[in-house]
């Protein structure tokens, strides 16, 4: 049976079975369609009804001296008998305008107080609702006198609240009564009272309502879906005592945590999908869009499904985390323990997104759970987002689902998971029970890769010059940093558990036909990427502003001294991203994958620390050819020296305008984005296909064989 057709088997019966449940069922369907109904109209009628029940409510009213409580009293009266006057002059037109009409203050009592102490004491102990302290101004032409009222309030005391919302009504509507009739025994219009006006138009949409508050509920309902079939897929086979006879079938261990993990994604994102459409009927068909924004306007169906589509790689990613936390519980009950910190975790980062001053940009845009927070909040309040904003949270999440994939699939297959005890998770870190390996495993290799991806987007971000200014700070801080992170961090991990450093960077010594073709590709690639950049603008349109970061990085690199220009344009970026990408993380994938496989993979991943989706297809194309030259010669020193001297002619043909001349191609000050010449795009290309067909073909040694036969003897056990 082929891979596909076991992944399927396995997919199938494992979703029939959760399907089954009746857990499941009442979780997925009957809760959504029936609560999220039953919230909204509980919710809004208990509202309604606790705002008309404060209305019937009686106030009290504390005030310091009789005056003042007779004052307050015909204030209210007159209020009253205005309102009544203007009701039936003006008649009710509707029974809408009816409930909209102010409504006098009728039931209340006032209450004199010995001092203010003695009121504040009261109003804090709730005794009385609010106090008005009452000071009348001196007369102003004679006629006229001011009032100041001043109210005491305990804001959180919502019948306090309530009762100095009413009152201020009161007071504001017999103050503008009072302006219009001075103003009329004057003669004055009443607009003189008023030079400036100010309304305010509240554009708020149902989809600006929802875009604050569905996102996260959203992310949470995706990861709350793959919780249960997480853990009867993992604890509950196990305490069923079904797991271990699931080891022994004849299967690999992938083809079985593939389709596990494929029926948690399929399951989470079919609870969210049910969630937001009844979430988005619910809204629509009972009629709430005015009841949250006020306007008619519709729930963005289109925007819906869009952001669903943007949950797969998040749901994958979330689908994976579960199944590897919940492979080490022994039980149902103990596998809930287990998922909620990781709930808990999910929602920090949840959390800070949601927050409204945060904005989809900078280290947000690789933050896990928090991008795709923000992608959904800005889609749904038809913010500005460009493709490029998109496509870093879609390939960034995507990484982090395949890191989070690889280590579910590792966990998944450990014995000492398979038949947990007490002391498991401590085995799988305790160093001196870990077994030396001759490469790193591909969950090491994509974890730490996954790690190292928002690292060194933070770090390139923080570094990124302002406007006007160099990046020579740029080029020098990562000079610095790149050794740090894309090789210490790496060793440091191998050394902790028992890799093979030579094996894990393919540290050996090439042949002289992989040599020779490494130097020939590294003399002619450039050839292939100019004509590759060339064909990709003629598609799509190089944005101005990439174009002007061309220019400073390089003016900054003229600036600079030859010899650092290339230690920091050439020789630090090939030794290190060769290390990491065909050292490391190519090691890590081939253990586990085919060749083709793994190179593709550890190209896209190489393009994709560019953070540039205008540079992709170059910067991929030239991974394949370096990932595919270090497989072919078993050797990393061979797409090292032709990365070197890729970028080593990049950067002389910015340091010397002469070297470009004396090709005949134009200079910097020409049409950068032109074909080559024939006289060198042939010889160029001629060169670079003899280097390929120049590569030997790889010669597995002994060790690389008894590996890669035990790694079958347990895949297939």
């Known amino acids: 049976?082929?891979?596909?057709?076991?992944?399927?088997?396995?997919?199938?019966?494992?979703?029939?079975?959760?399907?089954?449940?009746?857990?499941?069922?009442?979780?997925?369907?009957?809760?959504?369609?029936?609560?999220?109904?039953?919230?909204?109209?509980?919710?809004?009628?208990?509202?309604?009804?606790?705002?008309?029940?404060?209305?019937?409510?009686?106030?009290?009213?504390?005030?310091?001296?009789?005056?003042?409580?007779?004052?307050?009293?015909?204030?209210?009266?007159?209020?009253?008998?205005?309102?009544?006057?203007?009701?039936?002059?003006?008649?009710?037109?509707?029974?809408?305008?009816?409930?909209?009409?102010?409504?006098?203050?009728?039931?209340?009592?006032?209450?004199?107080?010995a001092s203010r102490a003695a009121l504040e004491d009261a109003i804090r102990e709730r005794q009385l609702h609010l106090g008005i302290l009452i000071e009348k101004g001196p007369l102003i032409g004679g006629r006229y006198r001011r009032i100041h009222v001043e109210f005491l309030v305990d804001s959180d005391n919502v019948r306090s609240f309530n009762a100095m919302t009413r009152l201020q009504d009161v007071v504001a509507r017999t103050r503008d009564r009072l302006l219009e009739n001075r103003l009329a025994q004057v003669r004055l219009p009443r607009a003189l009272a008023k030079p400036y006006i100010m309304d305010v138009s509240d554009l708020a949409t149902p989809t600006s309502m929802l875009g604050q508050i569905l996102p996260l509920i959203l992310i949470l309902l995706t990861i709350t879906g793959a919780i249960y079939p997480a853990i009867d897929l993992t604890a509950g086979e196990r305490e069923r005592g079904t797991l271990e006879t699931l080891m022994v079938c004849p299967v690999p261990v992938i083809d079985l945590i593939v389709g596990k993990f494929l029926v948690v994604t399929s399951v989470a994102i079919m609870g969210a999908a049910l969630n937001l459409t009844?979430?988005?009927?619910?809204?629509?068909?009972?009629?709430?869009?005015?009841?949250?924004?006020?306007?008619e306007e519709t729930v963005p169906l289109g925007k819906m499904a869009l952001i669903l589509l943007a949950l797969i790689p998040f749901a994958v990613l979330m689908s994976a985390v579960m199944i590897a936390v919940c492979s080490y519980a022994r039980t149902f009950k103990e596998a809930q323990n287990y998922v909620t910190p990781v709930i808990l975790a999910v929602l920090i980062p949840g959390g800070f997104a949601a927050l409204p001053t945060t904005q989809l940009e900078g280290v947000m845009l690789v933050m896990p759970v928090g991008n795709m927070v923000l992608l959904a909040r800005d889609l749904l309040l038809g913010a500005d987002i460009s493709w490029w904003q998109v496509s870093l949270v879609l390939i960034s999440t995507s990484l982090y689902a395949g890191a989070a994939v690889a280590v579910a699939a590792s966990v998944f297959g450990r014995e000492s998971v398979v038949f947990a005890d007490s002391a498991s998770l401590k085995t799988i870190f305790s160093r001196r029970l870990i077994k030396p390996a001759a490469w790193p495993p591909i969950s090491m290799s994509s974890l730490v890769v996954a790690l190292l991806f928002p690292t060194w987007f933070f770090v390139q971000a923080s570094l990124s010059p302002g406007p006007g200014e160099g990046v020579q700070r740029l080029l020098r801080m990562t000079g610095v940093l790149m050794p740090l992170l894309f090789v210490a961090c790496p060793t440091i991990v191998l050394l902790y558990w028992r890799t093979d450093i030579v094996n894990a960077f393919a540290l050996r010594r090439p042949g002289v036909r992989s040599l020779a073709a490494g130097v020939l590709i590294g003399l002619s690639s450039w050839v292939v990427a100019r004509e590759l950049n060339v064909l990709q603008s003629s598609i799509i349109v190089?944005?101005?502003?990439?174009?002007?970061?061309?220019?400073?990085?390089?003016?900054?690199?003229?600036?600079?001294?030859?010899?650092?220009?290339?230690?920091?344009?050439?020789?630090?970026?090939?030794?290190?991203?060769?290390?990491?990408?065909?050292?490391?993380?190519?090691?890590?994938?081939?253990?586990?994958?085919?060749?083709?496989t793994a190179i593709l993979v550890s190209a896209t991943v190489f393009a994709v620390f560019h953070f540039l989706l205008f540079k992709f297809l170059v910067t991929a194309v030239l991974g394949v050819v370096f990932a595919y030259l270090c497989w072919r010669s078993r050797s990393i020193l061979p797409g090292m020296v032709a990365h070197l001297l890729h970028n080593a002619i990049g950067a002389l043909m910015v340091?010397?305008?002469?070297?470009?001349?004396?090709?005949?191609?134009?200079?910097?000050?020409?049409?950068?984005?032109?074909?080559?010449?024939?006289?060198?795009?042939?010889?160029?290309v001629a060169v670079f296909v003899l280097a390929l067909i120049l590569i030997p073909r790889p010669v597995r040694s002994a060790d690389e064989d008894l590996s890669s036969a035990s790694f079958d003897i347990r895949s297939t056990a």
Request: glycine content about 6%.
């Open 278 to 295: 009844v979430v988005s009927a619910t809204i629509y068909f009972g009629g709430f869009n005015r009841v949250l924004a006020g306007t």
């Open 542 to 596: 190089i944005p101005a502003e990439i174009l002007q970061s061309f220019e400073t990085m390089a003016a900054s690199i003229v600036a600079m001294p030859w010899w650092m220009a290339l230690l920091l344009v050439a020789v630090v970026p090939a030794v290190c991203e060769e290390l990491l990408f065909r050292g490391f993380f190519l090691s890590g994938l081939m253990k586990s994958a085919r060749p083709v």
């Open 1 to 113: 049976m082929r891979f596909h057709h076991r992944i399927r088997t396995i997919y199938v019966k494992e979703l029939i079975d959760i399907l089954r449940d009746r857990r499941t069922l009442l979780a997925m369907i009957v809760v959504p369609i029936v609560m999220y109904p039953l919230l909204m109209l509980g919710s809004i009628q208990a509202v309604s009804y606790q705002v008309q029940s404060l209305d019937d409510e009686p106030i009290r009213f504390g005030v310091l001296t009789e005056d003042d409580g007779k004052h307050l009293h015909a204030l209210i009266l007159r209020d009253a008998e205005t309102l009544s006057r203007v009701a039936k002059r003006q008649g009710a037109e509707s029974a809408g305008d009816e409930d909209d009409a102010p409504k006098p203050l009728e039931d209340y009592e006032v209450r004199a107080m």
């Open 655 to 684: 340091i010397e305008p002469s070297f470009p001349q004396t090709l005949g191609i134009e200079s910097s000050d020409g049409d950068t984005w032109a074909h080559l010449p024939a006289h060198v795009l042939l010889p160029g």
